[in-house]
C-alpha cells in the first residue's frame, strides 16, 4: 500500500528532479616543481559542486531545452537522469524509477545521444551495432524490422549501414546514434549536444527527424544545447542552468520577456545623425550611414528614446525597432548569471 502511493507520487510527472546535487572529489591540483609526482603519491582533495541543488518536473510529451554555458552542469544533469552517475543528494525519479538504483529497468525507458560521444562500436558496421542493441534490449523482430525501416527512411541511414562507424561523417554518426537509442523504443529521449559540429542541413533533418519521434510516438525530451536554432525550432520551455544552479524555467517567449529588455532602434536620419549620450545607451554606425541605437526598455521608452533624439536637431526620416532575439539573450543570460531570480 505504501509501495504503490511511493510510486504514485514518484510518478506524478515523467521527471521529477527534487533539489538535486552532485560533487565531485577532485585532486587539488599543486603548483611548482614535482608537483604532479606529489599529487600522485600525497593527492589532496577538494570538493567541486557541479549540481547544486535544482528542482523541475517534466510531463510526457514535452520537449524541453537544457541549457547553460559550458562548466554549468547540464551533462552532469543528464547522467544522473541517465543513471551513469549516483547524486551526492536530493531526489531524481524518471518515470517513478530511480535512475541509478532501478538501472535496468530504467534503460528500457531511456534513449541517450552524447553528440560528441558515440555509443556504437567503433569498428563494427552500424547494421551489426543495431543487431547487437535488438539482443540486449530483447526487441522483437516484429518491431526492430519496423522501426529500422522508418528510421533508415526519416535518417536517410540507407547509404552507410554497412560501414564501420569510425568511417562515418559526424553528421552520419549522430544520425546512427539517435536509430540506435530509439530502436527499443524508450518513452524518453535524453540528447547532450545533439547537433553540435554537423552542418546545417544534417542539423535540419535532425530537428526534423526530433520533431516527428516526438510527435508521432510521444517521446519526451530533454535536450542540452547551444544552438539557439535548436532552441527556437524544437522546444517550447527551456530550463538555464548557471554554475550548477536554475536560474530559468519556463516558456521561451518568457525567457525573451524576462532577459530580452535590449531594444536596437536603427535610423535613418535626413541630416547627419546627431551625437548621443544617455546614460545605459550604446550607440554604432550604421554601414548605410544611419545610426544604431540600443538601450534598456526598462530604462527609456521608445517614446523617450525619440524625443531624445528630436531634442538634438536631427530629423528622422526612418525608423526600424528590434527586440533581442535569443542568441541575444542566451548571451545576455551567460554573461551576467541570470538576474532576478
Ligand atoms: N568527472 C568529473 N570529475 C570532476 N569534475 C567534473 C567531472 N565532470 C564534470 N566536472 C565539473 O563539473 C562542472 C559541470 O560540468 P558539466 O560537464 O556537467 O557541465 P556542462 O554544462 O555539461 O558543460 P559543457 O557545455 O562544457 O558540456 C564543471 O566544473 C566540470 O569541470
Excluded: C
Aim: glycine residues 8%.
Amino acid at each position: 500500500m505504501l509501495f504503490a502511493k511511493e510510486r504514485k507520487r514518484r510518478q506524478s510527472a515523467l521527471i521529477t528532479v527534487n533539489n538535486l546535487s552532485k560533487t565531485y572529489r577532485i585532486v587539488r591540483p599543486r603548483e611548482g616543481r614535482f608537483s604532479a609526482l606529489k599529487s600522485l603519491v600525497h593527492p589532496e582533495y577538494i570538493e567541486r559542486r557541479a549540481v547544486d541543488g535544482i528542482h523541475f518536473s517534466i510531463k510526457d510529451g514535452e520537449i524541453v531545452g537544457y541549457i547553460g554555458q559550458n562548466g554549468a552542469g547540464k551533462s552532469t544533469t543528464i547522467k544522473m537522469l541517465s543513471g551513469i552517475l549516483v547524486p551526492t543528494s536530493g531526489e531524481v525519479y524518471v518515470d517513478g524509477l530511480i535512475p541509478h538504483r532501478d538501472r535496468k529497468e530504467h534503460l528500457h525507458n531511456i534513449g541517450v545521444v552524447f553528440g560528441q560521444k558515440t555509443s556504437l562500436w567503433w569498428d563494427v558496421p552500424v547494421i551489426d551495432s543495431l543487431h547487437i542493441l535488438k539482443k540486449m534490449y530483447r526487441v522483437e523482430d516484429e518491431r526492430f524490422q519496423k522501426n529500422l525501416a522508418l528510421f533508415t527512411e526519416l535518417l536517410d541511414l540507407g547509404n552507410f549501414l554497412n560501414q564501420p562507424v569510425r568511417q562515418l561523417s559526424l553528421g552520419q554518426r549522430v544520425r546512427a546514434d539517435l536509430a540506435a537509442a530509439l530502436m527499443h523504443d524508450p518513452k524518453i529521449l535524453f540528447l547532450d549536444e545533439p547537433t553540435i559540429g554537423v552542418d546545417v542541413v544534417a542539423k535540419e533533418r535532425l530537428r526534423k527527424f526530433i520533431l516527428e519521434i516526438n510527435r508521432e510516438r510521444g517521446v519526451s525530451v530533454l535536450l542540452t544545447t547551444h544552438d539557439v536554432v535548436d532552441m527556437e525550432k524544437l522546444v517550447n520551455r527551456v530550463i538555464v542552468i548557471h554554475g550548477g544552479r536554475l536560474i530559468y524555467d519556463g516558456a521561451i517567449h518568457g525567457l525573451r520577456e524576462r532577459y530580452g529588455r535590449q531594444r536596437r532602434m536603427e535610423l535613418q536620419f535626413e541630416n547627419e545623425p546627431p551625437d548621443l549620450t544617455l546614460p545605459g545607451v550604446d550607440t554604432e554606425r550604421m554601414e548605410d550611414g544611419g545610426l544604431a541605437v540600443m538601450f534598456d526598455q526598462n530604462a527609456y521608452t521608445v517614446d523617450e528614446m525619440l524625443s531624445h533624439i528630436r531634442k538634438t536637431g536631427s530629423t528622422i526620416r526612418d525608423i526600424i525597432i528590434q527586440k533581442a532575439d535569443i542568441e541575444q539573450i542566451v548571451r545576455d543570460i551567460y554573461q551576467e548569471g541570470g538576474r532576478d531570480v
